[in-house]
C-alpha cells in the first residue's frame, strides 16, 4: 500500500514539476536565487541545484533533512537549513504525520506545526526552530527569482506578512500549496488572502500550486 501511495504521489509531483518547470520553473538558471520553504526530501530543491542556482532550502523535520542534505552534498550552491519558516523567529512543535511511525520519511511530507491538521497526530511531535521568513528575505537584501512555499498549514500567517511588507515586489514568481481542505478553518483565511491578492493586483503569486 505504502509504495502504491509513493508510486502516485511520484507520478503526480513529477507531471506538475514538468508543466510548472515548462511555465515558471524553466526559467531559473545559473544566475537564479532561489527559496524553497518546506523543501522536504529536496525533489524540487534538486531540480533548481541542478540548473546551476543558489538555492535556500528549509525543512524542519528531521528525518526529511537528513535525506535532503544527503542528496544536496554534490551542489555547492545549494544551503540546507535545518529549520521552518514562519512570521517570527521561535520554537513550536513539529507534529509528525499519523502513520509517520511506518516510516519516517516516507510520510515526513505531511508533518506540520498546525496541530488541528486532520492527518498529523498531536502525541508525536518534535520541536523545531523556526525562522522569520521575512527577515530571513530582508537579510538577504537581494532580487529573488522563485519563492515556493509548502509548509503544511502554516502558510496563511506567512504569506499575509510576506504581502504585507509588499516583500512580493522583490520576488520574480512565488507559488504556495495551500492546504484549506485538511485544517479546519483555514478557508476564510485563505479567502482574505486572495482578496488581498486580487485588490493589490498581485499577479506574481500562485496558490494551490500542487
Not at 498531536?122 to 521568513?133: A, G, N
Request: proline content about 2%; aromatic content about 10%.
Amino acid at each position: 500500500m505504502k509504495k502504491t501511495i509513493r508510486a502516485i504521489k511520484n507520478q503526480i509531483q513529477y507531471a506538475l514539476t514538468h508543466i510548472l518547470f515548462s511555465k515558471v520553473f524553466n526559467r531559473i538558471g545559473p544566475d537564479s536565487i532561489v527559496i524553497d520553504c518546506g523543501a522536504n526530501v529536496g525533489d524540487i530543491a534538486w531540480q533548481f541545484a541542478k540548473r546551476g542556482a543558489t538555492v535556500y532550502a528549509f525543512e524542519p523535520n528531521p528525518h526529511a533533512f537528513e535525506r535532503l542534505s544527503t542528496r544536496m552534498e554534490a551542489f555547492p550552491k545549494v544551503t540546507c537549513i535545518n529549520k521552518g519558516v514562519w512570521i517570527e523567529a521561535a520554537t513550536m512543535n513539529l507534529y509528525f504525520h499519523e502513520q509517520a511511525g511506518e516510516d519516517q520519511v516516507f510520510w515526513s511530507f505531511g508533518s506540520s506545526i498546525i496541530r488541528e491538521k486532520n492527518n498529523i497526530s498531536d502525541r508525536d511531535f518534535v520541536e523545531v526552530e523556526l525562522i522569520d521568513l521575512t527577515g530571513f528575505i530582508d537579510e538577504l537584501d537581494t532580487e529573488i527569482d522563485l519563492l515556493k512555499i509548502d509548509i503544511e498549514g502554516a502558510e496563511g500567517p506567512v504569506l499575509k506578512k510576506l504581502i504585507e511588507k509588499e516583500q512580493y515586489e522583490r520576488i520574480g514568481q512565488i507559488v504556495v500549496e495551500t492546504h484549506e481542505r485538511k485544517i479546519a478553518g483555514q478557508a476564510e483565511e485563505m479567502k482574505a488572502i486572495r482578496k488581498m491578492i486580487t485588490e493589490r493586483n498581485i499577479t506574481n503569486i500562485t496558490l494551490g500550486w500542487l
